[in-house]
C-alpha cells in the first residue's frame, strides 16, 4: 500500500503569499494518478488538479501542481481569503485502491 | 448538473449495521463511472471506502473489507453503502461520490451525513 505524507501539517501565510505544499509518496505514483483536493469546515473536498498538474474545472490559475515520481507540489501563487482551507492529495493505485494523504491546513497568519 | 445526495440513520448502535444510500441526479450511473464512499471521522482526514460500477463490481479498501457492501440500483439510480459491527470508530461524515474510471479523480460529491455510533 503506498503511504502520502503531506507537509507541512499546517502552514501559517497572510493573503498575497504564496503557498507550497507539499506531498511525498513511500513508492513511485504515475503522474496520472496524483490529485489535489481543497476542503472548507462543513463542505465536501473540492477536486482542484487531476493527472498531478492539470486544473479541474472552474478552478483559477492561481492554482498549479507539479511533481512526478514519489514528491508532488501543490502551489498557490497568491493567496486569497478564500483559499485557506485544508488541502489532501490522494492516489490511484492498481486494484483499484485510492489513499489519502493526511492533509495541510492553511491557515491566516 | 450532477448531484448526489446521501441519506439514512445518523445514529446507529454499536455492533448494528449501518445503512446509507446516496441518490444520484443529473446523470445515469448507468452511463459510466465509479461511485464511490469516503468517510471522514470528526476533525480527521478522508479514507476511501470502496466503489462499485454500474456492472456490480465492486472494490473495497482492504483494512474495511470484511465489513463493507456497495450494491448499486440501476433503476432507482442509486447506490448503497452497508457497514457491518460497527464500533465508535466508525463514526464519521459519509460521503458519496463519482469517481472516474481509472484515475483517481472524484469530481463530483455529496454534501455528507455524520453518522454517530454510540449506545
Known amino acids: 500500500e503506498i503511504v502520502l505524507t503531506q507537509s507541512p501539517g499546517t502552514l501559517s501565510l497572510s493573503p498575497g503569499e504564496r503557498a507550497t505544499l507539499s506531498c511525498r509518496a513511500s513508492?513511485?505514483?504515475?503522474?496520472?494518478?496524483l490529485a489535489w483536493y481543497q476542503q472548507k469546515p462543513g463542505q465536501a473536498p473540492r477536486l482542484l488538479i487531476y493527472?498531478?498538474?492539470s486544473r479541474a474545472t472552474g478552478i483559477p490559475d492561481r492554482f498549479s501542481g507539479s511533481g512526478s515520481g514519489t514528491d508532488f507540489t501543490l502551489t498557490i501563487s497568491r493567496l486569497e481569503p478564500e483559499d485557506f482551507a485544508v488541502y489532501y492529495c490522494?492516489?490511484?493505485?492498481?486494484?483499484?485502491?485510492?489513499?489519502f494523504g493526511q492533509g495541510t491546513k492553511l491557515e491566516i497568519k | 448538473q450532477v448531484q448526489l445526495q446521501e441519506s439514512g440513520p445518523g445514529l446507529v448502535k454499536p455492533s448494528e449495521t449501518l445503512s446509507l444510500t446516496c441518490a444520484v441526479s443529473?446523470?445515469?450511473?448507468?452511463?459510466?463511472?465509479?461511485w464511490g464512499w469516503i468517510r471522514q471521522p470528526p476533525g480527521k482526514g478522508l479514507e476511501w471506502i470502496g466503489s462499485?460500477?454500474?456492472?456490480?463490481?465492486?472494490y473495497y479498501n482492504p483494512s474495511l473489507k470484511s465489513r463493507v457492501t456497495i450494491s448499486v440500483d440501476t433503476s432507482k439510480n442509486q447506490f448503497s453503502l452497508k457497514l457491518s459491527s460497527v464500533t465508535a470508530a466508525d463514526t464519521a461524515v459519509y460521503y458519496c461520490?463519482?469517481?472516474?474510471?481509472?484515475?483517481?479523480?472524484?469530481?463530483?460529491w455529496g454534501q455528507g451525513t455524520l453518522v454517530t455510533v454510540s449506545s
Open positions: 493527472g498531478a498538474s
Open positions: 513508492q513511485s505514483v504515475s503522474s496520472s494518478y
Open positions: 443529473g446523470y445515469s450511473i448507468s452511463s459510466g463511472y465509479y
Open positions: 490522494q492516489q490511484y493505485g492498481s486494484s483499484p485502491q485510492y489513499t
Open positions: 462499485i460500477y454500474h456492472s456490480g463490481s465492486t
Open positions: 461520490a463519482r469517481v472516474l474510471v481509472g484515475y483517481p479523480d472524484i469530481d463530483y
